[in-house]
Antibody, heavy 118, light 107 residues
């Protein structure tokens, strides 16, 4: 059973960089797309972007100038960096497996709350 | 970006009721439409993919239909554990986009 677990600081100061890592267990990270999705409290879901295990990325244009994703296949991990954060970036951040052919998210992490505040 | 809308935004229903939720895309997305269930404090759970395919382990009372721009999620006999928020998501192209959600609560 594939499991995903997000990790990283729960509090980030405004203008700094949010950094999260997702560790995949129970299966290989290879040959899949891996996505980051966020959800502000009481609101809907926003796709941030995805990375393939080759390193190919697709980002949401609304965030593209601030987003960097990377993958470490040796550790079965992929990561998100979001720069110049503001309070509007406060949200629960999820990592998820992105089915390569059909684009659905079949496995999700439990989510991690990141608060942007001084 | 492909915009997704859902109706209704919320509904109240009783156990045993048949519930239908509609999702509409701003352009044709063929059958690249997926449905998720989310309970408070939990990650979304995939229910239906490719418009009508039931994800493994999901009860058969859930079903999906549609193609092009109009899609439907149906729960044939609502169970207590089905009270949740439901989201549709298009996977026709990036950026992936979700509908705003439909909250199903107890009447």
């Amino acid at each position: 059973q594939v499991q995903l677990q997000e990790s990283g600081p729960g509090l980030v100061k405004p203008s700094e960089t949010l950094s999260l890592t997702c560790t995949v267990s129970g299966g290989s990270i290879s040959n899949y797309y891996w996505s980051w999705i966020r959800q502000p409290a009481g609101k809907g879901l926003e796709w941030i972007g995805r990375i393939y295990t080759s390193g190919t990325t697709n980002y949401n244009p609304s965030l593209e100038s601030r987003v960097t994703m990377s993958v470490d296949t040796s550790k079965n991990q992929f990561s998100l960096k979001l720069s110049s954060v503001t309070a509007a970036d406060t949200a629960v951040y999820y990592c998820a497996r992105d089915h390569i052919m059909s684009g659905y998210f079949d496995y999700w992490g439990q989510g991690t709350l990141v608060t942007v505040s001084s | 970006d492909i915009q997704m809308t859902q109706s209704p935004s919320s509904l109240s229903a009783s156990v045993g009721d048949r519930v239908t939720i509609t999702c509409r895309a701003s352009q044709s997305i063929s059958t690249y439409l997926n449905w998720y269930q989310q309970k408070p404090g939990k990650a979304p759970k995939l229910l239906i993919y490719a418009a009508s395919s039931l994800q493994s382990g999901v009860p058969s009372r859930f079903s999906g239909s549609g193609s092009g721009t109009d899609f439907t999620l149906t729960i044939t006999s609502l169970q207590p554990e089905d009270f949740a928020t439901y989201y549709c998501q298009q996977s026709y192209r990036t950026p992936r986009t979700f509908g705003p959600g439909t909250k199903v609560d107890i009447k």
